[in-house]
């Protein structure tokens, strides 16, 4: 009897569907896999290290939900909260004793922050640090680093990394020109850059920036930029955000401010400190915060705000935080993953280079050292987009793009690590 392979397979069936209802069949444009080619896969569900497509073919996970699932999907501690505090009430529009402790907690881990707002996503974060930056100097310009992301507001759109670079998109249509012509952008990790703009305008309110940039994948500091940041920013009476959507309590449990020992004025949290729920905050002194409304001129609101199941996914995910070694064992565990990867490069004769901050990383399909986005933007997305293919052949789910961080949970065990290299061996060699 021939055998004939007539399993429908269920991601194309529902991508097709999702193409005629949804712009581009996705809800955020990285996950369209247009930085490397073939159809997205549907998740149906995750744990652990791993999630299962439509099809039930499960992953080594490194996306992690692009940064939040620090602790692994469906942590059973977290799940059970989770259907506890559903019970109580999904949400109130008044407040809640959840949203004071987890701003104790974020206040406990981060000595810049005394207090903070919380909102619904990381974009709302930044957004609203760029408006209190604004209301505070009564200046409008506000300096980026190319490569950046930092959400999809409209001043904060430009040379924004990420997804706009993944589909190679000029800055987003519809950001006014009036706008987009106060947001200034100089090269990462040049410092000498930045101190030309600030020669030539002196109405600059902020300086935005990802400490450790994540969004053109990883890309860390040079060793004394981030102070030449600080101190040009203080001379200037300029605001310094740190953008620690993604840093914040990944690349350290005080983020990067801690980890690098910088104090900016206002800092940006997502991802992590909702747990994988829809959460963003942002913080800083309380002279500063005290500008916000309902006590300050500077408005901002969220009718879900605080959201008690965020909330409680959010504060059980930076409790489990607390414990350090937590910290040693990702940058362990991380640091062998990115070594066997290397490795298994060389060994195929590619020439990669893999840039890593604690469990964040990044394999640039590069010759040389990338340390800004002209550096990151010479890799060879085309092999990358093969090496992914071949990856997901073999079981591992790396990010849709070169131009993303992949990310280390606690529930990547050595063993799971092994697996991901054995695997990238054997890609390596299928892609040569
Ligand atoms: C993810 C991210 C954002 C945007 O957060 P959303 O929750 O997607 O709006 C902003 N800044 C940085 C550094 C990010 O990584």
Request: proline share 5%.
């Amino acid at each position: 009897m021939t055998s004939i392979d007539v399993s429908p397979d269920r991601s194309q069936e529902l991508f097709a569907r999702a193409l005629e209802l949804i712009p581009g069949g996705v809800n955020s444009p990285v996950r369209a896999f247009r930085g490397v080619g073939g159809t997205p896969l549907f998740i149906k569900s995750a744990s652990g290290a791993t999630i299962t497509d439509a099809d039930e073919r499960t992953y080594i996970d490194y996306v992690g939900s692009w940064g939040p699932m620090i602790l692994g999907h469906a942590d059973e501690e977290i799940v059970n909260a989770l259907a506890e505090a559903a019970a109580n009430g999904t949400s109130f529009g008044a407040p809640n004793e959840l949203e004071v402790q987890l701003a104790e907690e974020i206040v406990a881990a981060i000595p810049s922050i005394e207090m903070v707002r919380m909102v619904n996503s990381g974009t709302e974060a930044t957004m609203s640090a760029i408006r209190l930056a604004r209301g505070l100097t009564a200046r409008d310009k506000i300096v980026k680093f190319e490569g950046c992301y930092h959400g999809h507001a409209d001043s904060l759109l430009v040379k924004a990394g990420s997804g706009v670079a993944t589909l190679g998109l000029p800055d987003s249509p519809g950001v006014p020109a009036s706008l987009a012509q106060h947001t200034l952008t100089v090269p990462f990790n040049n410092a000498g850059a930045l101190a030309d703009v600030f020669k030539q305008h002196q109405d600059i309110a902020a300086v935005i920036i990802e400490p450790v940039v994540g969004n053109m994948g990883c890309v860390p500091p040079q060793p004394g930029f981030l102070n030449s940041v600080r101190q040009m920013t203080s001379q200037h009476g300029a605001l310094l955000i740190f953008d620690e959507v993604m840093t914040g309590f990944r690349v350290a449990r005080g983020g990067a401010q801690q980890r690098y020992d910088i104090r900016p004025d206002i800092t940006c949290l997502g991802k992590i400190i909702g747990g994988g729920l829809p959460v963003g905050a942002y913080g800083g002194s309380r002279e500063l915060m005290r500008n916000i409304a309902p006590t300050g001129p500077i408005y901002q609101a969220g009718t879900l705000s605080g959201n008690p199941l965020a909330m409680t996914a959010g504060l059980l995910t930076l409790r489990r935080l607390r414990d350090e070694t937590i910290y040693q064992t990702l940058e362990d565990n991380s640091a062998r993953l990115c070594e066997g990867l290397s490795s298994a490069a060389a060994a195929a004769g590619f020439r990669t280079v893999t840039n890593r901050v604690g469990s964040m990383w990044t394999s640039f399909f590069n010759g040389e050292p990338v340390k800004d986005w002209a550096g990151a933007n010479k890799s060879d997305r085309a092999l990358y987009g093969r090496f992914f293919h071949a990856m997901l052949d073999e079981g591992v789910y790396l990010a849709p793009s070169q131009f993303e961080a992949g990310f280390v949970s606690i529930t990547h065990t050595n063993d799971i690590i092994d697996q991901t290299i054995d695997a990238a061996r054997k890609a390596f060699q299928h892609v040569s």
